[in-house]
């Protein structure tokens, strides 16, 4: 099976960077995802990593260590609109439907 | 871009009825869609994988009797939670894969929000 672990929550200030750690388990690995949540509403993608290293997109990059079965999401230049739960996701090789599995969630309270 | 379309937003309903939700892909086809379920301030957890004309593939610990899943065609599945109970009350949201997005990308749903009475 797969599992996932990150931090519950995270605060941080407005205009600051944060960095939100995934670590995972998993038997097929596949590629590392990371989707934003606002309360109440849907998920959204915000990255993926298939290789190890860095893929940024505008204030967000993320990375990923396979060796380490180890990635980070990071957030700049932090605006209170950020403030949501972030979770990271696997997909699993050796499933045909690449279904994802996601971890528990990091809650990050962006404050001013 | 891929767009998901869930029905209906919430629902409140009596227990022991039963409640269909619809999920829609409206610009492109699907053939596989993932229905999940998430706690307040809890994780996505997958229920099943639903399988266009065929059956769906439910995960460890989910009563298929419980939780029909259909997908009929391309573009719809519907979950239809059985004789509900106020313990199923929760969060309910579908995803899909589409060209536009890539296959490293899922589209979900807004998300149905079940409360049982």
């Known amino acids: 099976g797969q599992s996932l672990e990150q931090p519950s929550e995270v605060t941080a200030v407005e205009g600051a960077i944060v960095q939100i750690n995934c670590t995972y388990q998993t038997s097929g690995f596949y590629g590392l995802s990371w989707y934003q949540q606002h309360d109440g509403g849907a998920p959204t993608f915000l990255s993926y990593?298939?290789?190890?290293g860095l893929e940024e997109t505008g204030r967000f990059s993320s990375f990923l260590s396979r060796s380490d079965s180890y990635g980070y999401l990071l957030l700049q230049e932090l605006q209170m609109k950020d403030s949501a739960s972030y979770f990271c996701a696997v997909r699993d090789r050796r499933d045909s439907s690449y279904k994802l599995i996601f971890g528990s969630g990091t809650r990050l309270l962006v404050r001013p | 871009g891929a767009v998901v379309s869930q029905h209906p937003s919430w629902v409140i309903c009596k227990s022991g009825t039963s409640v269909k939700i619809e999920c829609r892909s409206l610009?492109?086809?699907?053939?596989?869609m993932f229905w999940y379920r998430q706690f307040p301030k809890q994780s996505l957890m997958l229920m099943a994988t639903s399988n266009e004309g065929s059956k769906a593939t439910y995960e460890q610990g989910v009563e298929k009797d419980k939780f029909l899943i259909n997908h009929a065609s391309l573009t719809l599945s519907t979950l239809t939670v059985t004789s509900a109970h106020p313990e199923d009350s929760s969060f309910y949201i579908c995803?899909?894969?589409?060209?536009?997005?890539?296959?490293?990308?899922?589209?979900f749903g807004a998300g149905s929000r079940l409360t049982v009475l």
């Open positions: 610009d492109f086809q699907a053939t596989t």
């Open positions: 990593n298939g290789l190890d």
């Open positions: 995803s899909a894969r589409s060209l536009f997005s890539g296959a490293n990308v899922l589209t």
